[in-house]
């Protein structure tokens, strides 16, 4: 596996691969790489024949009182992991050579980042679409693999490829759980052992819409009700949302009834923010 750090590196190396007709597959990550990233490089090896898998913490992406600077950084583990996982190369780029200075075009995708994590987090997917779109026409990918627990942020990324026109196949891949019931995150790594216990109220909750919908019930108020109250019985939880939502739009819905809909949470844990999702 070889390690890129330059863009120009990165162009040489998928340029033979793409003259060996080799179909790219691109999995972004930030880095401090767990389960549910390496699932998402073995994936991605199943969808094409040469994985990229990209390591930058985006800068634009976090608001000035968030964790960018705190954010995990484990390249030397993350390069073994990535090796392990099939990946054929990994493109590491520091903050200056992604961001030259003077660099200053954002994309902006409209209403699909608008609302959830959109309405707490201004701005956010503003920096996602941008460097997504960087790293897009940087590998030249075919195909691209994120995880299905960012699901707005899949939303935002479908979009923003429809409207830009990029040839690239968007897969969303399904979240992978620690042992407990929690959606992997690099952030969890924040959270004590009481904490990633108090945190399995946040899947008990989707369980429990879940439940209800396959009951035939579609009044997203019930729905989403019976989410609150499992939440609200961990104290330790601060929810900023709990909302059931369209599955294109990421725009809540008064019913479910024909439309494929997904319950999405966002909750604080002490200064930790966890978000995870449940398709209905
Ligand atoms: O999901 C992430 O890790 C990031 O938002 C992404 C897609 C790599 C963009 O920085």
Do not use: W
Request: glycine residues 6%; hydrophobic residues 45%.
């Amino acid at each position: 596996m070889e390690v890129a750090k330059t863009i120009s590196e990165l162009r040489t190396v998928i340029k033979s691969a793409r003259q060996a007709g080799k179909a790219i597959g691109l999995v972004p990550t930030m880095g401090c790489l767990h389960a549910g990233h390496l699932s998402l490089i073995r994936r991605a090896k199943r969808e094409s024949d040469f994985v990229v898998v990209s390591i930058f913490v985006n800068p634009t992406q976090f608001g000035p009182n968030e964790d960018f600077s705190k954010y995990p950084r484990t390249l030397e583990a993350d390069i073994i992991g990535c090796a392990e996982a099939g990946a054929d190369l990994v493109f590491a780029p520091t903050t200056d050579e992604f961001y030259p200075a003077g660099a200053s075009t954002l994309i902006t995708v409209g209403s699909v980042a608008e609302k959830l994590c959109g309405e707490f987090r201004p701005g956010h997917f503003q920096g996602v679409a941008t460097v997504v779109a960087m790293l897009f026409h940087a590998v030249q990918c075919d195909v691209a693999i994120f995880g299905q627990k960012d699901l707005q942020q899949l939303a935002v990324i479908r979009q923003m490829t429809r409207d830009l026109c990029f040839p690239v196949r968007i897969i969303g891949h399904e979240t992978i759980r620690e042992t407990n019931g929690v959606a992997m995150s690099s952030r969890n790594r924040y959270l004590s052992p009481e904490q990633l216990e108090q945190a399995t109220a946040i899947p008990a909750a989707l369980a429990a819409a879940k439940a209800l919908s396959k009951t035939g019930i579609t009044d997203a108020a019930r729905l989403r009700e019976v989410a609150r109250t499992v939440i609200a019985s961990q104290p330790a939880l601060k929810p900023q949302y709990c909302e059931i939502v369209g599955l294109e739009t990421m725009t809540p819905v008064a019913s479910t009834a024909g439309q494929r809909c997904a319950i999405a949470i966002a909750c604080h844990l002490g200064s930790t923010r966890l978000i995870d999702n449940a398709l209905l």
